[in-house]
């Protein structure tokens, strides 16, 4: 049994999805109110039959392992993690050996929040300063706010005190805590690393605020310069660089940056209920949103948001408010942000502030005023839009290219047909251009390749299709449905060719190579999510004594609609060939009329 079979074998959906949610029978099969979606009604049903999961509101399903992913905002790779500790199955590709100094390595992060924590209490003026700044006490311990002593303490206080538990200079090094300076000459090289005396804290005179993984391990810090006065602490002298304002943990083992935000651990449930995430640039920024009762709130910091994150957020909510700085929007990272966040499909939303105010300045004026600017977001396209029009002369040629400019990329960025086509209009109807040539200049924009090629139909969090729902369509949805969850005999009537769409046309292929074989075998992830929906929709509507009935009835009218489209197809070809004159065509084109009319006859009156 591989790791996954195991897990599966010991926990069921039903025992995962409980833990999290309160289930009420339905049949043979329990519902739920949807944990991804806003809803009143149970419209998530699971059934303990087939250990398989599905909502109907948000078109989200699957096994164990795709729950947790969703519900805890994680990659497969830690929804196995937690799974396989919850059901005490241990996972034999992991290196103990590795496993030892991860875990030595967290312990090691632990410590060091601890330490910080402590020594905050030792400094009175630095607690009494982020007291200032708007902090209150539960916010401190709530994000475990910590000072590094100053270097008039000794550059290596944390350094030794660490060494004194047990770690080595080694780790302290991975854990990216300790710096080691660079010997002066080669042969010093060997002695180096064996003595203390060369290393030395990175974090010094800092408060600290530890970053903590989706879990709340800490894995990290950033650490903002602390200074009396409130400005940079520098010691008088010009000519000496200034410390700089933040410094941050380096990439590690633990801290792999493109994958943490700060907060997200905090921010989770809120996300998911408000269906909205709200990024901000500072840590700072972050905590006095949640102290404001915004708890939806993650940061960033200095960089632009990438492609994991993005997909970390997308998982637990539609919406992405941003209240980075929109002035310097046009080449910097936070429009690269956005327009990633446009492509991953979110629902993109700028957060307005008084102009040289961040949320923590806000929020520590009036907790209100930043409640406000963050429900008052406006629509990102529609901001910049705006704003291109009071930069631009909508009347000139020159205006026209302006405005455009601003704004093509982002409409050209939109997953959704229906919103560009409302963009195209309102940009056409303001610059007094036809829609088609909008059409024609937005086709040209070149969209680069996101950054880890994972294209919308890749990424986990890609709603099905909405796929045309023809008569057709749901007639053959019903055949599947019925197919799989009762596991009809094959009848001679059907083909794979009967099906319009590739997904509906492998599912039917899969089950004609043979009847016995189940959704759980499929390969394609995508084709077993479908099936899963069909046959919960089959449950639901056809019950078991009624379904041979049905499934008569259904492949009976999907042959007429079939043989009805054709007639209407000939029919215009027909059309097309009198137009030209081409009468010997016209004659053949009737006679198979004819035929399909007849065939039509005895589908309907047989
Ligand atoms: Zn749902």
């Not at 010094?204 to 200074?227: E, K, L």
């Not at 969090?461 to 007639?475: C, I, N, S």
């Not at 009809?488 to 009847?515: G, K, M, Q, V």
């Not at 379904?547 to 209407?568: M, N, W």
């Amino acid at each position: 049994m591989t790791p996954v079979e195991e897990i599966k074998s010991r926990l069921s959906v039903v025992d995962v999805i409980s833990t999290y949610l309160k289930l009420i029978r339905a049949g043979s099969n329990f519902k739920a109110v949807c944990p991804f979606h806003s809803e009143k009604t149970p419209s998530f049903f699971i059934s303990p039959a087939r250990d398989v999961w599905h909502c109907f509101g948000c078109q989200k399903g699957g096994d164990q392992f795709q729950f947790v992913m969703e519900i805890e905002g994680v990659e497969f790779r830690e929804a196995l993690r937690i799974l396989a500790q919850r059901a005490g199955v241990e996972l034999r590709h992991e290196n103990p050996e590795v496993r030892n100094e991860h875990d030595r390595l967290l312990g090691l992060m632990e410590l060091a929040v601890r330490f910080y924590e402590a020594s905050l209490k030792r400094f009175p003026a630095v607690e009494a300063y982020i007291k200032r700044r708007g902090l209150v006490s539960e916010t401190i311990e709530k994000f475990r706010i910590g000072y590094a002593p100053p270097e008039s303490a000794g550059w290596r206080v944390f350094t030794e005190h660490v060494l004194k538990k047990g770690y080595t200079l080694t780790e302290l090094e991975k854990s990216g805590l300790a710096i080691r300076k660079q010997p002066e000459s080669s042969t010093e090289t060997t002695h180096y690393s064996l003595l203390t005396t060369h290393y030395y804290d990175r974090f010094r005179n800092r408060v600290m605020f530890p970053v903590a993984d989706h879990t709340g391990r800490v894995v990290g810090f950033g650490g903002r310069i602390f200074s009396a006065e409130g400005g940079p602490a520098s010691g008088g002298d010009a000519s000496i660089q200034a410390p700089a304002k933040y410094i941050n943990s380096p990439q590690t083992a633990l801290y792999d940056k493109s994958r943490i935000l700060y907060g997200f651990e905090k921010a989770k449930v809120a996300m998911r209920k408000e269906n909205t995430c709200i990024v901000v640039e500072g840590y700072m920024d972050a905590v006095m949103a949640h102290q404001a009762g915004t708890e939806n709130v993650v940061a960033v910091s200095g960089t632009a948001l990438t492609h994991p994150q993005l997909t970390m957020l997308r998982r637990l909510c539609d919406r992405l408010a941003t209240s980075f700085d929109m002035d310097e929007a046009g080449e910097s990272a936070t429009r690269r942000s956005i327009d990633l966040a446009l492509e991953i499909g979110f629902d993109v939303k700028a957060i307005t502030l008084p102009s040289g105010k961040d949320p923590a300045d806000l929020v520590c004026e009036d907790p209100v005023k930043w409640r406000e600017a963050a429900a008052g977001a406006t629509d990102v396209i529609s901001y910049f839009f705006d704003k291109a029009h009071k930069r631009f002369d909508a009347r000139t040629l020159e205006g026209k290219r302006g405005i455009t400019q601003s704004v093509f990329p982002l409409i050209a960025r939109l997953s959704r047909q229906v919103e560009k086509a409302h963009w195209v209009g309102r940009v056409a109807s303001r610059l007094g251009i036809r829609e088609e040539a909008v059409w024609d200049d937005l086709k040209k924009q070149q969209l680069p390749v996101s950054q880890s090629g994972a294209g919308r139909q890749n990424s986990p969090m890609a709603r099905p299709q909405e796929e045309q729902r023809t008569r057709a369509h749901v007639l053959e949805e019903r055949i599947l449905g019925l197919l799989y969850a009762y596991r009809l005999p094959l009848s001679a009537e059907l083909s794979e060719n009967l099906f319009t769409s590739d997904a509906h046309r492998l599912l039917y292929a899969a089950y004609a190579s043979d009847t016995k074989s189940f959704i759980a075998s499929l390969a394609d992830e995508r084709l077993r999510l479908i099936a899963n929906r069909l046959v919960f929709e089959v449950e639901m509507v056809v019950p078991p004594d009624g379904a041979r009935a049905e499934y008569v009835s259904c492949i009976g009218e999907l042959e007429r609609e079939h043989v009805k489209h054709d007639l209407e197809r000939i029919t215009e070809d027909i059309r097309k060939a009198e137009e030209v004159g081409n009468e010997q065509l016209v004659s053949m084109l009737a006679d198979e009329f004819r035929n399909l009319s007849q065939k039509l006859n005895k589908v309907l009156y047989p």
